[in-house]
């Protein structure tokens, strides 16, 4: 049976927040601890994060510990899974480069991920090359380790389509080589695309809408307490609208039974509060104090672990370092066999 192995990572464009969380890194946390993957690997995707931010290097190398002590508080274990620094695996970049003519600029183009990434950082003509490209580098990333599964948002999805392309397109051409992988979205819908807290699809460090991961107790309430409702909803006795309403798709992501046992005793569950709401009678205020309550019990545990770890950097440098090698050994031994079907390793065949 084929081996079952995990890759996914984030960006590390500052510390993550809790659409990272209920999207993919609490889903990361399930699948490690499964026993169901043969290994397991986490990217912290720097060399992506510079293709919009080269002229601010530091910026990147700073926030590579921000996302590690993110992951490690969350509950990733590095004695489970193998955490990862991506450019210190250049395998990756010699992938990308051979993959990349395997796609025309016309595929590129019509990738709907990068199309809304690159209206929402206004690059226009003016977009670098390597952020362009950078769904041939992710494709490159996920066949480096034989990955079979990808934990994901749905956002991901036209970049997995990507990569499934590529692999279909080289084992076509040069035999079977490279594994093809498959997305696995959240089970629960309202995860998959978390709203910013001002009602905006998207929730982004760019656009101020975000709640941290490590965000303290007081920054908690006064961003829960300031979000997006129902625009309609102008009175307690007002029908209101769950459907698209942040507060409640928060709920949905968040919350448990035991959670209205311990703050809300008044319901019995989300389903009747919603039906409440739907009613008229129920303000904005109290479903926003709950959700608050929920979130503090949530967040607290991992913002404790995270600081606890802030205590140890030195060993949080040291399991960045030894996944990399590790990584860069799988990365390395894949790199082999494309070359080999690619018939580019002269030297290792002794002749032309």
Same mark, same amino acid.
């Given at each position: 049976?084929? /081996?079952?192995?995990?890759? %996914?990572?984030?960006?590390?464009? *500052? @510390?993550?927040?809790?659409?990272?969380?209920?999207?993919?890194?609490? @889903?990361? &946390? /399930?699948?490690?601890?499964?026993?169901?993957?043969?290994?397991?690997?986490?990217?912290?995707?720097?060399?992506?994060?510079?293709?919009?931010?080269?002229?601010?290097?530091?910026?990147?190398?700073?926030?590579?510990?921000?996302?590690?002590?993110?992951?490690?508080?969350? *509950?990733?274990?590095? /004695?489970?899974? %193998?955490?990862?620094?991506?450019?210190? &695996?250049?395998?990756?970049?010699?992938?990308?480069?051979?993959?990349?003519?395997?796609?025309?600029?016309? @595929?590129?183009?019509?990738?709907?991920?990068?199309? !809304?990434?690159?209206?929402? @950082?206004?690059?226009?003509?003016?977009?670098?090359?390597?952020?362009?490209?950078?769904?041939?580098?992710?494709?490159?990333?996920? %066949?480096?380790?034989?990955?079979?599964?990808?934990?994901?948002?749905?956002?991901?999805?036209?970049?997995? /389509?990507?990569?499934? =392309?590529?692999?279909?397109?080289?084992?076509?051409?040069?035999? =079977?080589?490279?594994?093809?992988?498959?997305?696995?979205?959240?089970?629960?819908?309202?995860?998959?695309?978390?709203? *910013?807290?001002?009602?905006?699809?998207?929730?982004?460090?760019?656009?101020?809408?975000?709640?941290?991961?490590? =965000?303290?107790?007081?920054?908690?309430?006064?961003? &829960?307490?300031?979000?997006? %409702?129902?625009?309609?909803?102008?009175?307690?006795?007002? +029908? *209101?609208?769950?459907?698209?309403?942040?507060?409640?798709?928060?709920?949905?992501?968040?919350?448990? +039974?035991?959670?209205?046992?311990?703050?809300?005793?008044?319901?019995?569950?989300?389903?009747?509060?919603?039906?409440?709401?739907?009613?008229?009678?129920?303000?904005?205020?109290?479903?926003?104090?709950?959700?608050?309550?929920?979130?503090? !019990?949530?967040?607290? +545990?991992?913002?404790?672990?995270?600081?606890?770890?802030?205590?140890?950097?030195?060993?949080?440098? =040291?399991?960045?370092?030894?996944?990399?090698?590790?990584?860069?050994?799988?990365? !390395? !031994?894949?790199?082999?066999?494309?070359?080999?079907?690619?018939?580019?390793?002269?030297?290792?065949?002794?002749?032309?």
């Amino acid at each position: 049976m084929k /081996e079952q192995i995990i890759l %996914t990572g984030d960006r590390p464009t *500052g @510390r993550l927040h809790v659409g990272h969380y209920v999207g993919s890194l609490a @889903r990361r &946390v /399930e699948l490690q601890d499964s026993g169901d993957y043969d290994k397991v690997y986490i990217m912290i995707a720097d060399a992506q994060a510079l293709t919009d931010n080269a002229e601010h290097p530091e910026k990147v190398r700073q926030n590579i510990m921000q996302v590690a002590l993110d992951y490690l508080a969350c *509950g990733l274990d590095p /004695e489970k899974s %193998t955490i990862f620094v991506q450019s210190a &695996v250049p395998e990756l970049t010699e992938l990308t480069f051979y993959y990349m003519d395997l796609v025309t600029v016309a @595929r590129a183009e019509r990738n709907p991920t990068v199309k !809304a990434e690159i209206k929402q @950082r206004g690059f226009g003509a003016s977009i670098p090359m390597g952020f362009f490209c950078y769904p041939i580098s992710q494709a490159a990333d996920i %066949t480096a380790f034989r990955a079979t599964t990808v934990p994901a948002g749905e956002d991901q999805m036209p970049m997995l /389509e990507q990569c499934r =392309e590529i692999v279909h397109k080289f084992n076509s051409i040069y035999g =079977e080589t490279l594994t093809e992988p498959h997305i696995l979205l959240p089970a629960n819908e309202a995860c998959r695309r978390l709203p *910013g807290i001002d009602g905006k699809a998207k929730m982004s460090k760019s656009l101020g809408n975000c709640i941290y991961l490590s =965000e303290e107790p007081e920054d908690i309430k006064t961003k &829960v307490m300031s979000m997006f %409702t129902d625009p309609q909803h102008l009175r307690v006795e007002d +029908p *209101g609208r769950v459907e698209g309403n942040p507060v409640f798709l928060y709920l949905e992501a968040f919350c448990k +039974p035991e959670h209205f046992t311990e703050f809300l005793p008044d319901y019995h569950g989300l389903e009747e509060l919603e039906d409440h709401y739907r009613r008229g009678g129920l303000g904005d205020v109290k479903v926003k104090r709950f959700l608050e309550r929920v979130l503090q !019990a949530e967040l607290a +545990p991992i913002r404790a672990r995270r600081k606890a770890w802030e205590q140890r950097p030195g060993d949080v440098y =040291e399991i960045l370092k030894q996944g990399s090698i590790q990584a860069r050994e799988t990365a !390395a !031994a894949t790199l082999r066999d494309v070359r080999a079907a690619m018939q580019i390793d002269y030297f290792e065949r002794g002749s032309f």
